[in-house]
């Protein structure tokens, strides 16, 4: 892919300043461009001008303002969501030609949409049914009754258990499992653990991201639902019944148990574990590492294991280190005190 | 799958109240249940009751004394339990039929039994033994010299490593490797390591069930084992050597290290840490997010990391967020004393 | 495999005593030995000595000076060494024969070196170029342009994402995912998560081992690393554009967040979390479960999370449960410090 300038503004919708000539041929990091390359670069903040001076890029993607004139230039009011699509443009997703590979086992009885893609090994059940443009990588075993939106990816190693729904545009990465049994069981008399039948199923909505080796457990019955354009990340679980709003962040190895409820915007971070039948309002940022322990309204922001106000919890553990030295104070104190008692 | 009331009640082997002959067609929750669907639904406890009133069920499982007769009643000591069985009644599990797909690989030393599957794209090595019934779903990979007992459900992705042994019905989710090798290593002189070979193996029992993407390492020397009934939800890991007792919970992103032992009847909730070496007895019940520190004798209760008794654990959180306050309360307090000694 | 004393001696440069005619047929546990199997064991300290005294062994490794003449004796500065390159000679990782099996799918371009072994359904892609002696296990994706060198080995259900590099003698475990995209959005004006492509790739070195179902994800721009003899346990996760040093141990479930960066021979160990942006030196240790905060320099030893140096955090913990008491005892003595001043 070769773009001028000039070109490029116009696929951006961005003005350009210096030579519109100048042609560019891929994206770089600001200290990373190579002379000659025909590198595109952007600025991300003030902070970044040293590098944006001795950059070696061809052209750079600045905010209005931003004066610079040693090369060419679009300006853009947010330079990194400029970038990002010209990104899109030079580095377009590599995608499999459309048809089944002769390996794949695909029932008589699932339907493909126009442009399908179905990769070697992979293994489509009866009635399921995959929508246009959706790319199934190699290896994928998508189990009978399932139903795949249009323009879907689903990555080699990914299960889709029986009956799942996604909806469009949702990317799977590789070894994602939708629709393993929920982990539910009573306790008989004899001590011995009885499966509760995990009949329900799953609902991906649109534009749902979901990293490699997480897993979304199918209800016990009714639905797990993941909203539209909510981006989970990789060895993330999501437990049985559990509803999470659109929008949301979950951030590597979060666990959310059974049929809790995540409200949309809100950001769950690295490794954050949410007990089962919990609420979590809209907006709510929690913390790495937060055991939550109980709801959680809008707009908090929560830290701490067991949850915390950010600002007690960072407050507690300023102080933490003194406790040591403060349990020897009160001693000493309770001494003094004593012994301005017996003078007393 | 169509019951009457009564059919259904003579097959849980519950009394029966009201019209034997309506039909029931599926079972569903309190308040999901739809009207003229023919659904079954429980009550758990009394405090939904008024869920119960409101109910569009056909019929009810109810404990024995709770009256109610608008719709027909199933009575049972544990309605949970029975409503599960019903569950299992209207809604069993689909099984692929018996037989090898012709896309699988099966070696010719490899011995099926009577009634199994083995679906597309399987891989069944030398030597390895599958029992009757036991179903093995799409793209299962089977190692050499591993022995599956009888009904068995191993769901697509599962890893079944080089001589691991499984026993009668265990439940392999989508994704599970069973027998990795252990994580061991020694620091040669030059400060690299250099790997100890995994020689063991891993033995896991009757029942045992295990959720998606959770692996179970084989034993350096010797066996890593899962003893009956225990069920492990995702993203859990095991390490070499450690053995698990009966009837065990391992909830999810748990992680258990090398050569510790949990007691029957243990529940370690969502994302514990047991390092290696550990001794847990029985009848343990270990919070969330919990990071045990050194053995737990049986019958404890403990959460924190480092671990606590979980009453010394709620009692210092219950206090800890007072830490900065009783910090100023001491400086203030000896500032007092200090002003009374110069006057004494 | 059977050897005698001597002979195994000769093959480990180790002297010997006593019979050197013995025949050993393979390693075991010092209490695990069985008699007349032919066991080879090793003592690790001084502590196992009455497991020494009873154990049922052909032949032992111990260090210089430990007498014992019972059985014969392999003398070696470090047992566990020697022991461990005896595994190896007993006990050789089973290789399964070269060539591609037929149900895999190999593109025409990808390239094969000498002596390859590829599974049943393995899928190679456009491009990928596979070193010598490299065995890929059945059910293996290995996507366009990816490039393995010579003598690695790739368990089954392993992802190979296109274009990344692995050097030579790496061992990947069932199910790790590398190369899948990195977790980057930019939130649009309409609250809406826009997707940063993912262009950059995963270069993983010599030597380096990744256990079962643990990711590592692909740069941005630029290349997420991991150097040499790094160790890598079960269902870790390295997100895009971490850089990690030669012969670091990742323990299990520990995670990594973007373009963090790990210092050589470090220690993170059991479900250690990692934020973006953070640089932890050389010769690290962190405790199991520690949320990091910000940088560590080389040679730090923390714990907690917030981490903390970790005779603080020790220090902390061993007061916390006193904070309870410690707070009625500042009430008790204020009300003491008032009667005084009252009096005063």
Redesign the interface.
Known sequence: MRLTVKELAERLGCPCEGDGGTVLTG???LD?AVAGRGDLVFMAGPKFRPLLEATAAAAAILPPGEAFDRIPVLRAE?P??AF?RA??IF?P??KPAPGV?P?A?VAPTARLGKGVSV???C?VGDGADIGDGTVV???V?I??RVKVGADCVL???V?L??GVTLGERV?L???V?IG??G?G??K?GD???????Q?GTVVIED?V?I???S?V?RAA??ETVIRR?T?I???V?I?HNVEIGE?V?L???A?I?GSSKVGR?SIL???V?V?DHIEIGENVVIA??T?VTNDIPSGSFVS???H?DVR?WR??????????D??K??KK??A??EE??K??
Chains 1, 2, 3 share one sequence.
């Open positions: 994206v770089a990091a990373k947010n990194q969501l990002v990104t899109g580095h997703a590599a590979h390996t086992s990769g070697a090994g293994v990588h190699p290896l075993s189990y009978p990555h080699s190693h299960s258990r029986e990317i990465h590789n070894g499992v393993g049994d982990y069981y009573l008989g001590g011995r653990y009885v499966k509760i039948p009949i534009d991201e990293g490699a080796n897993t457990d019955l009714g354009g981006k990340d990789n060895l679980t437990a929008n962040l951030v590597a190895q666990g148990a915007n971070s690295g490794q574990g007990p790495a590492k055991g701490g294991s067991p915390l007690v407050k507690f553990w300023a102080c933490a280190p003194q406790l040591y403060l349990i104070d009160v104190l309770r003094r005190v301005l008692e003078k007393d």
